[in-house]
């Protein structure tokens, strides 16, 4: 099977999570996995996206199909549920919009920068390593350690869900893929 220069963006993703981890501001990079999805479902009315260039999926693939680290299990049928789906897309949008507000706090004036990653609201994941100021507002920096959560509780869930079930089985309830579902749906 010939290999195409889109079968390796999960490079990207084990990228972006590692360089995350040095430096918080490279977590602005993940907005290109937030909004290419969109974008792609927008314009061609499709989940091209999905099944052929998210880097995560690719990842889950290779981890959990290539190297054996998955079950290989069937996911129950209540994951695979639409409700399940729709109501993991609402707790990531909430999540989300967590972040944004806080992100807005601190531009306001309101709080402090907390330099804190947080896994699903509530582990909270001490990162001072990762950022040492900069020359931009702390509300850049504020939005990078909020994005980064979301990123990294989501990457989190799929592992798990790689571990347990088959390879690819986070994308079955994946915010992103629940969205470009939805969009394509609107486009029909």
């Given at each position: 099977m010939k290999k195409h220069w889109y079968d390796y963006i999960w490079i990207f993703t084990l990228t972006y999570l590692t360089l995350g981890f040095f430096n918080i501001l490279f977590a602005w990079l993940g907005l290109i996995c937030f909004f290419a999805p969109l974008i792609f479902a927008i314009v061609g009315g499709n989940k091209l996206y999905c099944n052929r260039y998210c880097g995560r999926g690719q990842l889950f693939a290779l981890i959990g199909g290539r190297f054996g680290l998955s079950s290989k299990r069937n996911m129950p049928e209540w994951m695979k549920?639409?409700?399940f789906g729709y109501g993991f897309l609402v707790f990531f949008f909430a999540m989300f919009f967590v972040m944004l507000w806080n992100t807005y706090l601190v531009f306001a004036g309101a709080t402090d920068l907390k330099e804190v990653v947080t896994l699903l609201w509530t582990v909270k994941v001490p990162w001072h390593w990762a950022y040492?100021?900069?020359?931009?507002?702390?509300?850049?920096?504020?939005?990078?350690?909020?994005?980064?959560?979301?990123m990294l509780t989501s990457t989190i869930l799929g592992l798990v869900t790689m571990l347990i079930f088959k390879p690819r089985?986070?994308?079955?309830?994946?915010p992103m893929g629940?969205?470009?579902?939805?969009?394509?749906?609107?486009k029909q």
């Open positions: 549920n639409k409700g040492h100021g900069t020359l931009f507002y702390q509300g850049i920096a504020q939005f990078a350690f909020g994005f980064y959560s979301v089985s986070w994308c079955v309830y994946c629940t969205m470009t579902q939805l969009i394509c749906k609107a």
